[in-house]
């Protein structure tokens, strides 16, 4: 079953992709994520049953647990130290003034930086594992037809040889993209503004316009979010000193609200 979801979903990507070339259509971008997804988790579960892992990985689940700790405070750890210089590229401040983006970026990138790891893992194992899979297979139909036949149709391994290739192919593509700046930059931009940048310009002393917003940062000073059409926003540093009430107009407006809420006799 594995084997067929993974073979259909190729030959859906095929079509989608002769259209493409053929016609000038092109897909939308959350569709042909969608699809090269599908399509690269299939491959990844058919070379799971291929190689039979389920008894290895209940054999050894104790060691595998404990190098996934491990893995996962390295790629936590690195993905706190990327959040960090994210926020100074982008934003120009120390990423210690917005604890809010720090703590959402990394949030963001830990699952990303997984992926890039795992890219590069089977990036660098793929074309030796591709040849050691093609060669026992030619041996093993050798071996089934005594000599006398090889019967590729028939094997599962050239089936298993297809999977890898374009698995990691496109885990390769995919992670390709996510390291353009093109690609990072407006989202990483929103997503700091998100996170960080809660209250209105009027906090300052400025217009509210549009889906502006500010951070407030020490010794009187704050940081603009504006929003812009390409980078989705710029950040630029401002000085704020907002005003404060008086003690005589804070207890006048309180005795407002209270007579306003006081039912009469």
Known sequence: YSMALFVGLLLVLYAVTGISQLTGWKPQQPIGLMLLTATCITAAAYLWFYWDLTPTVAEYK?????????????????????????????????AQELPGAQMFLTFILTPTIW??????????????LTVLVLIWGIYQDWKKGKGTKFDFASGSHVCAWMAIAYFSIILLTMSSGILKKSFYEKRLNGAIAYSAFLLPPSY?????????????????RAALAMPDEKMGY??????????????????SELTAKKTETTPAP
């Open 204 to 220: 300052c002393g400025l217009p509210d316009a549009g889906d502006a917003s500010i951070a407030v940062l020490k010794y009187k």
């Open 115 to 128: 992926l890039l790891a795992v890219s590069f893992v089977v990036g660098f194992i793929s074309i030796p």
């Open 234 to 251: 710029t950040f630029s540093k401002i000085s704020c000193d907002p005003q404060q009430k008086s003690p005589e107009l804070l207890i």
């Open 62 to 94: 104790s060691l595998l647990k404990y190098i996934g700790a491990l893995l996962t405070v390295c790629i936590v750890t690195t993905s706190k130290i990327q959040s960090d210089m994210a926020i100074s590229e982008l934003t120009g401040l120390p």
